[in-house]
């Protein structure tokens, strides 16, 4: 018998040992190269799974781009597992931070020839969501993330609007993590927050029907001297008339050159000067009415501006206290060198589809050695933990470690007092060296991509275009379209052909150089 061997080496001892012999040797005899190891070693293709224990609802789920598969956990782990279909070469799916912004459960595409996108949960306004679709075990989508169609309906009544969804490069899971950074809440103050919140929106009821009752009072006070000032004009022409006629009887008397005619002349010479008379006494009055009634515009219009800033401070202090048992996210940027914070309000969008987050609160932080990567990493409160709060940590890019990533920031005191003393389950922070997309808006959480990665699915799709919202004294319409439209400093914002702020790109491998824009924008 002939082994693999001495085959090999009676074929080398017949022949010069030349490269293509090489080769066609050990094709013959079944060797393998170091490529077809690789090859074997492929992993094993993903398939469905529940774990095999009681859970709770999901907290966040974790696409991995590298092993197409995606993981929902709830506060003890993973829960559920699938195989997914990412986008194909020049339309990738963008790995970065997201989060569920709409449901739809019988979706039909608006870009692409009305496809069925069943139990649609959308990430982005320009049109990347997770959804049912077929999957042939490789990326084939135009950058959505396709799940399969029992698994998507499976999911769609479990999850919710604001739910985390992160798209990673490769491999991530949330890992148990604690840091002196990270929120505390304090038991009195969840305590008090319904009974405070229960109060303040009392307050702002009565405050927006005192505002109600001083603008209608101003509009009545302004109704009346419109009619005081019509009045007035009226008696200014008669009382011209009457001093017009008391001059012709005083030219007329004068020219009287009979005694007969005298009488007559003096008669109608004193019905005009009583005339002219009356007419002075009733102007005279009507401007003193007039005076008056312009005084109380002036006052009612006032009491009518300091009941409609009562109002939007007590509405305002009542949404803060209302939202502030929600769930809270923080987004750092190295970038822009600024946090964000949102909350969702729960309320429905009036422009259509999704719901409005809060974006009230937005500060420039303190980044030691800024010109460093930070990574990105999120920071999820995943339950309560005695009278605080057990938290996991998730890391899709390259930088710091999670614990030298929050050690390197040191976020505002004020900002950490409105936020951390009720901080609960579910409550977030992200920590990253990339800008917020420009389709982060006030219908959405957080956006952010990755700009190391590509993002064919998703510059290729038509930029959110965002909403102007007129200011109204409703803390929920005031000020989103212009602050999306500015950026940190005010000054417009900066984009690139894509609708995208520019934003420095770095090859794989490459440590990023971001820096602060000398000409306007970071969104």
Known sequence: MVT??????????????????????????????????????????????TAPRAHGDP??????????????????????RAPVSTGVSGRETPAGVFAVLEKDKDHHSTLYDDAWMPNMQRITWNGVALHGGPLPGYAASHGCVRMPYG?????????YIGMRVIIAPGDAAPVEFSHPALFVPKPDALAAAPSRASTLNREAEEATKAADEAKAAAAAAEREAKSVKSNLRKLEQAKARADAELKMADRKLAAVKTDQAKPAAEEA?????AKAADAAAQLDAAKAEASAKLAAVTTTKDAAKAAAARKADTSKAATDASLATEPVSVYISRSTQMLYVRRNTHKPARDGGGEVFDTSIESPVTI?????????????AVAQNGAGLRWTAVTIDDGDDAKDALDRITIPKDVLDRIAPTA??????????EPLSSETNYRTEF??????????????RKPTTNVDVVASGDPYDDGFGNFFQ???????????????????????????????PMQPGWW
Not at 72 to 80: A, L, M, Q
Not at 424 to 433: A, E, L, N
């Open 4 to 49: 693999r061997s001495s085959a090999a080496q009676n074929l080398a001892a017949m022949h010069p040992p030349g490269p293509a012999l090489v080769l066609l040797a050990a094709l013959a005899l079944g060797l393998t190269s170091p490529v077809a190891h690789a090859r074997q070693a492929k992993p094993a293709p993903v398939t469905e799974a």
């Open 59 to 80: 907290i966040m789920a974790i696409v991995s781009i590298k092993t197409q598969k995606v993981t929902f956990y709830d506060s003890e782990g993973w829960i559920w």
């Open 151 to 159: 698994f998507a309906e499976k999911l769609f009544d479990r999850t």
């Open 269 to 273: 010479q004193q019905k005009a000067a």
């Open 368 to 380: 030691r050695d800024p010109d460093r990567p930070l990574g990105t990493h999120i920071f999820t």
């Open 424 to 433: 609960v389950p579910r409550s977030s922070i992200i920590v990253s060296d």
């Open 447 to 460: 956006v952010a991509v990755l700009s190391n990665q590509p993002q064919g699915g998703f510059i290729t």
């Open 486 to 516: 500015r950026s940190w400093d005010g000054q417009p914002v900066q984009r690139g052909w894509d609708g995208q702020p520019v934003a420095p790109q770095r090859r794989r491998g490459q440590a990023p150089t971001y820096y602060r």
